[in-house]
């Protein structure tokens, strides 16, 4: 019988926002797999170490961190590395940063294992709840409508976005802050947004945009678009 | 010194899709409120009843079961119980579905005592990434976009929303499931969609839009069109 493939979404940052069941999946997976940077410690394995015991096989997928789409051969090596432990029958729990299928790095090993293997997603607290919850400033209620925009994507297709619905969250801002500024000030909307970086972690930092001033963004940064207090 | 209000996302209904976070938070608040039906149990209450214990002040916030706006009077005089209990001094947890913030209950008692007192949002796993995961298919990566859209929206505003986005959560299905049937066939995008109705609970039920025969679908259920795999 073959093991159960788990992508853990481990939450936002703070590690006390993993859910019980995250943890519990956890602690009873032989084989645990994370995203990781080329050199260095993984963002995702940081969050959730307390609960990673001794003894546990550990696969760091090593993903280059550059633009541009991602690198197909390190999830199709990533992939191989886990279906063997699959099909030797022992389970294994991917962490994902914020939720496996919102945005998530999961996603690319779920398109390869989805269909070979039994799959359980245990989702996550994204980016997007984490960072409204920084704010202190509801985003949408009752009737009102939410866009979620990657900030990688042309003015065009923001704008229409952001006609389309009542509130917006634009995420991974990064090396777009400049632009993403521009452009809402000619929306008039550079009052209702607030800018948030790696919220949740210890450098947490929020900021209402029209105080921003010009600087480099990190990629786990959002801008949050809240039409209802404008 | 006054209390602190806190607003608890208690995730989807599995209980143990609660964060450790809320857990700890519950378990340390001297008084505990929620929204409760006319008559009966409380849902947000169900999910966390494991971590209320005895010797705790609840304050059920009885919310009358009907469409249309929220009762404004009712939150008025559950915010005048909780902030005599913040002024005195009393931390109080306010437990809600989901996220707080993300079309959450506790939005209208934020809007009354955000201001007045110090006030922390635990952020919970919504209703959005609970649904995708239990559908088991990813609803946004790299550039994708993503709408949330109520179902008491008219079909205009629905279908901007659809047309400016490439995937589309639709909330709160509830009696308007004909309609949204009828125009997810008209777009073409019925084979795309995908129904979930209570998610993670014991009840939850997944069904393809186009195997979904007439039927009253709950309050708490949603329509997935992932345009990805359309």
Same mark, same amino acid.
């Given at each position: ?14 590690? @006390? ?38 003894? =546990?096989?550990?696969? +760091?997928?090593?993903?280059?961190? =550059? ?10 090596? &990533? ?40 799959? /359980? ?7 997007? /709840?984490?960072?409204?919850?920084? /704010?202190? =400033? ?5 009737? &009102? ?10 003015? &065009? ?7 389309? /619905?009542?509130?917006? &969250? ?11 500024? +521009? ?8 009052? +209702? ?8 972690? +210890? ?7 029209? @105080? ?19």
């Amino acid at each position: 019988m073959s093991g159960r493939l788990y992508g853990i979404g481990v939450g936002p940052g703070d590690p @006390e926002l993993m859910t019980l069941k995250a943890v519990r999946v956890l602690s009873e997976a032989p084989v645990v797999a994370y995203p990781a940077p080329d050199k260095g410690e993984s963002s995702a394995r940081m969050i959730a170490a307390a609960h990673i015991t001794a003894g =546990r096989i550990e696969i +760091a997928i090593r993903v280059p961190m =550059r633009p541009g789409p991602e690198p197909a051969s390190v999830y199709d090596d &990533a992939a191989d590395k886990i279906a063997r432990h699959l099909a030797a029958g022992r389970d294994v729990a991917v962490l994902c940063e914020g939720d496996p299928l919102f945005y998530g790095s999961f996603i690319y090993l779920h398109d390869r294992l989805g269909d070979r293997f039994p799959t /359980t997603v245990v989702p996550g607290v994204s980016s997007l /709840t984490a960072c409204t919850a920084a /704010t202190g =400033r509801p985003l949408v209620r009752r009737d &009102a409508t939410l866009a979620v925009l990657p900030a990688t994507l042309p003015d &065009a297709a923001l704008e229409a976005g952001l006609a389309a /619905t009542d509130s917006t &969250a634009i995420l991974k801002v990064g090396r777009h802050l400049p632009r993403l500024k +521009a452009l809402l000030a000619r929306l008039g909307l550079v009052d +209702a947004a607030t800018y948030v970086a790696h919220a949740t972690r +210890a450098d947490e930092r929020i900021v209402p945009l029209a @105080e921003l001033g010009a600087e480099e963004a990190p990629y786990f940064s959002m801008i949050l678009v809240a039409k209802e207090r404008a």
